[in-house]
């Protein structure tokens, strides 16, 4: 068998961990063939809970699962790591504004982005989810002295399926013949899932559905979805958050099918007009743990006004934390 990949995992005591850890333990994240070592980082009060989780992970005999190792501290929980999902975050608590919560996130993610550059593997990929993920995978971007800007993304991944799902639901057809879903822009209300290069069984989509329907419904139906899942199930989305980590990161690594593509949010080299440095979610192809966002896209007018507007709450957030000094 092959040799054993680590995996590092923040949040391991949160919700969105209580079904991730046990989905890469059983090998959904790198293969069938390939060993783990898990690396998990909580918060010092939530050790025992994590360790709570470790047990039910030894309880479940993984047989790729090598070894689970839970620290409080960054640093040696990404000793070694090829890969860190950064999940545990500060959530946002009542009468907190949001300067407050980029402020308490930037603590977080400058140390997280520090202990990487410092413990992680030479050949390190980092996914951040905890919120503002974009902000934060910036932040955690910026204050990882020497390692690549390529290596970090944020997940939209969770839109891109939530996207996926009801462009299907609509046209009557199987999820697996939609194709060309793109989420642009920051993981928030303002994202814009955009199917005007969709494809469903090789027909345009805006051919199966019409323009109102996309407007008025699908739009909307992606953009508060988590809030539906909240207002229906008393939590947040757990599993499907868990899952879209899994397909983001396997994706990253083993490719995007020929001729289709998915969204990962990645630091921005210019195109369709986004300023570079910004972490936004593009459609993106990917190869062997790289990424190109794809090229040569038209973009029109409704489109454009859709991704400047998810744009410049992201370069308002980057001005926020710019000014807060955490971008080093
Ligand atoms: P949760 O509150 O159940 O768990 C978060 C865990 O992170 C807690 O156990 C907490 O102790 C831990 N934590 C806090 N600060 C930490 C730190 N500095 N280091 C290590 N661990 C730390 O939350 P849940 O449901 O697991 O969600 C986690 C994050 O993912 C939230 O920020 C949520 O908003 C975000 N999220 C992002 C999505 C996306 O599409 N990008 C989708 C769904 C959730």
Redesign the pocket.
């Known amino acids: 068998s092959r040799r054993p990949v680590t995996v590092a995992v923040?949040?391991?005591?949160?919700?969105?961990?209580?079904s991730l850890l046990f989905r890469i333990a059983s090998g959904a994240l790198l293969g069938p063939d390939v060993p783990v070592r898990l690396r998990v980082?909580?918060?010092t009060?939530?050790l025992g809970?994590?360790e709570g989780v470790a047990m039910e992970l030894d309880d479940c005999a993984f047989p790729l699962l090598q070894s689970v190792d839970i620290s409080?501290d960054?640093a040696t929980?990404f000793d070694g790591a090829s890969v860190a999902m950064?999940?545990?975050?500060?959530?946002r608590t009542k009468g907190m504004e949001r300067g407050d919560l980029l402020e308490a996130n930037g603590?977080?993610f400058t140390?997280?982005g520090r202990a990487l550059a410092q413990s992680a593997a030479d050949d390190l990929r980092v996914l951040?989810?905890?919120?503002?993920?974009n902000t934060n995978c910036l932040i955690a971007m910026n204050n990882a002295a020497g390692v690549p800007a390529e290596r970090f993304s944020?997940?939209?991944?969770?839109?891109h399926n939530r996207a996926v799902a009801q462009l299907a639901k609509k046209a009557g057809a199987p999820v697996a013949d939609v194709e060309r879903v793109a989420i642009w822009g920051n993981?928030s209300a303002t994202q814009y899932p955009d199917l005007t290069h969709a494809v469903v069984g090789g027909r345009p989509a805006l051919e199966v559905v019409d323009q109102p329907w996309v407007e008025s419904d699908f739009i909307p139906t992606v953009q508060k979805r988590?809030a539906a899942i909240i207002e229906a199930r008393g939590?947040?989305?757990?599993a499907?958050?868990a899952n879209?980590?899994i397909d983001h990161v396997r994706t990253w690594l083993t490719g995007t099918p020929e001729g289709g593509w998915t969204s990962m949010a990645v630091r921005s080299d210019g195109s369709y007009g986004v300023p570079e440095g910004l972490v936004s979610s593009f459609p993106v192809t990917t190869r062997d743990g790289s990424y190109e966002i794809v090229q040569g896209l038209d973009v029109d007018d409704f489109s454009r006004s859709r991704i400047d507007a998810s744009v410049a709450e992201l370069a308002e957030e980057r001005d926020a934390v710019a000014g807060m000094g955490l971008l080093g």
């Open positions: 923040t949040g391991g005591a949160g919700q969105i961990c209580y980082l909580e918060i009060p939530a809970a994590a409080d960054a929980a950064l999940v545990g975050s500060r959530p603590a977080i140390g997280q951040v989810v905890g919120n503002p993920a944020a997940m939209t991944r969770l839109d993981h988590g939590s947040s989305s757990a499907s958050a879209a980590a």
